[in-house]
């Protein structure tokens, strides 16, 4: 073979894998969409969730995250920027209000949603067993165990008649979690005092508000803002030391007094799944919505000794966890 000949063959077998690298499909993209801020538990669990039905972050799919950090006003343009970027499936996480905005940006591109309330009543979904149309998810019903929460804080201290709850007036959710309250707070025959907070700039004004009316216990009710501002509501309640109690194990690890409601952690794993799912070719309406069946009593007697209070070994007993 002649040099020039040789050449032109050693140049043609090299540009091969160029040529192969050019034809592969393009690597697809899951655009996540939160309310609040990224919190490494909630998306280290997501990921997981993908990598065991096969997709793992930088090697076989993308992630686009856009964070509306507790300006629920802000998700509908984010969610139309994930559209615009035409996002193979489109997660919607931290509360329905995400759920609602991502539904309302397409009709077409997947939607997997990950939020404490139930679907159905706020027109997500047909049913449950039948999502119908682009958008499935999994409930956790964070929501909807409020009255389970006010029950639990009437058993930690049963002198106080008087309530605290702090609500975030901007929530969709805000006005369903008021009135099981109102329902619940009835049948107990407790007084409840309504709080009202939306940024962080408010929760000092809130504490003293509740400390002037001489509030007995306060229930942080269930919202991803509050969630992501976990340590300082924590911080806020120790120091006026009053017993709380919140929806999240991670607020009680965080040094809470105590929580009840699903496993966090475990859900946000079927997220990822469902979103993996949806990659390898299965249509939302024929995943099932899928509710949170394990939920979690936490007591932290480290917060409770810093403000003083002494609780009953029956409850002590009750707890599904216990931090010393």
Do not use: C
């Not at 709080?195 to 229930?219: H, Y």
């Not at 340590?231 to 030391?241: D, E, G, M, S, V």
């Not at 699903?262 to 469902?274: F, M, P």
């Not at 299965?282 to 003083?308: C, H, Q, R």
């Amino acid at each position: 073979m002649r040099r020039r000949e040789f050449l032109g063959a050693l140049g043609g077998a090299a540009a091969w894998p160029l040529a192969t690298r050019a034809q592969q499909p393009a690597m697809p993209v899951i655009g996540y969409l939160g309310s609040g801020v990224a919190t490494s538990t909630v998306a280290d669990m997501f990921r997981r969730g993908l990598s065991e039905i096969g997709y793992v972050e930088g090697v076989n799919v993308a992630i686009e995250f856009r964070f509306a950090r507790g300006r629920y006003d802000r998700l509908p343009a984010l969610a139309a920027d994930l559209v615009q970027r035409q996002v193979s499936v489109l997660v919607a996480s931290g509360g329905v209000q995400t759920a609602l905005a991502a539904k309302s940006a397409t009709a077409t591109i997947p939607i997997v949603f990950g939020h404490g309330s139930d679907p159905v009543r706020f027109g997500l979904v047909a049913s449950l067993n039948r999502p119908g149309g682009n958008i499935t998810g999994v409930a956790y019903l964070s929501t909807d165990l409020e009255s389970k929460r006010l029950g639990l804080l009437y058993e930690l201290v049963p002198q106080a008649t008087l309530i605290a709850v702090l609500v975030n007036p901007t929530n969709a959710n805000t006005q369903n979690q008021s009135k099981e309250l109102k329902e619940a707070a009835r049948t107990l025959g407790l007084r409840l005092q309504f709080v009202n907070s939306s940024s962080k700039g408010e929760f000092d004004t809130a504490f003293a508000t509740i400390a002037q009316t001489r509030a007995g216990t306060l229930l942080v009710a269930g919202d991803p803002y509050y969630f992501n501002r976990r340590k300082q509501l924590i911080a806020l309640a120790i120091r006026h030391a009053i017993p709380t109690i919140y929806d999240f194990r991670a607020y009680a690890e965080a040094g809470g007094l105590t929580s009840y409601g699903t496993d966090l952690a475990n859900a946000y794993r079927h997220i990822g799944l469902y979103a993996g799912r949806i990659l390898k070719g299965e249509k939302p309406s024929d995943l099932p919505v899928m509710l949170s069946t394990k939920f979690e009593f936490v007591i932290n007697l480290k917060a409770a000794k810093a403000i003083g209070l002494a609780i009953a070994p029956m409850l002590l007993a009750r707890a599904d966890d216990v931090i010393e």
